[in-house]
């Protein structure tokens, strides 16, 4: 399985996904999910797949493919807008699906797979969107300047309580981190490391790149903390009158 997350905040941008992929658990192994397309000045786009893996590589290797090979036909380092870069990734991932998704059907194989895709091109503001398995795609809007993708579930409660646009990206960083944390507790399918992308607005520079290893002290010390703050704040709730039973 995997985890994704992406927020889009007034100071920049906070990217990060693990890097697990198994089939049974006795064959776990790293991939990256993070896909990043920059041109220091110009541009950072970054992509974050989930979902079956042959068909996101495939869709990401077809995507460098084009720009390596096609340079005047449209490709992802000469798009002029986030909402193209996204139409582009959505329109190789539905014709990759469609070329690939049969022969994985009949083997009783989910093609399911989605994107996180954002970053800035040099003339408009940051932008973030998410792209479901079919290609089609929303953009990131209002009070809830977040996406995910993969295992979500575990994730999503804390952000949904902190997120807002006004956070600072320090902030924003510690929150990413908590929800990897809370969801790596409760699914085994997603584990370190973790890449994570800091990207503050304007600055069109993606060398903002991090990878989080098991034996990184802040990630240790965040758990230890998170889980302490949890259980402290659990006792001091008062225990609710006539639902209790009478000692």
Not at 171 to 181: E, G, N, P, Q
Not at 215 to 231: A, I, Q, S, V
Request: aromatic share 8%; net charge negative.
């Amino acid at each position: 399985m995997t985890y994704c997350v992406a927020m889009k905040l007034d100071a920049g941008m906070v990217f990060a996904s693990d890097t697990r992929t198994n089939a049974g658990v006795d064959n776990i192994s790293r991939v990256d999910k993070m896909h990043v397309f920059a041109k220091r000045g110009d541009r950072v786009i970054v992509a974050l797949s989930a979902g079956n893996l042959s068909i996101t590589q495939n869709a990401i290797n077809q995507i460098e493919r084009t720009a390596k090979e096609s340079p005047d036909a449209p490709n992802i380092n000469s798009v002029t807008s986030l909402y193209d870069a996204a139409e582009l990734i959505g329109n190789t991932l539905r014709e990759v699906r469609q070329r690939e998704g049969e022969y994985l059907r009949a083997q009783n194989i989910d093609s399911s797979a989605s994107f996180i895709v954002g970053g800035q091109i040099a003339g408009e503001a940051p932008r973030l969107f998410l792209i479901y398995a079919e290609g089609n795609f929303i953009e990131c809007s209002g009070e809830a300047p977040f996406f995910q993708n993969g295992e979500i579930k575990y994730g999503k409660p804390v952000i949904d309580r902190v997120i807002s646009p006004s956070l600072s990206l320090a902030d924003a960083i510690k929150l990413t981190l908590v929800s990897f944390d809370s969801t790596m507790r409760s699914n085994i399918s997603v584990g370190l490391p973790i890449d994570l992308l800091v990207y503050p607005a304007g600055s069109l520079d993606a060398g903002g790149q991090h990878r989080i290893e098991d034996t990184d002290p802040y990630f240790r010390e965040l758990g230890t903390l998170w889980n302490e703050g949890l259980k402290r704040a659990f006792a001091s709730i008062p225990v609710p009158d006539g639902f209790a039973p009478r000692s």
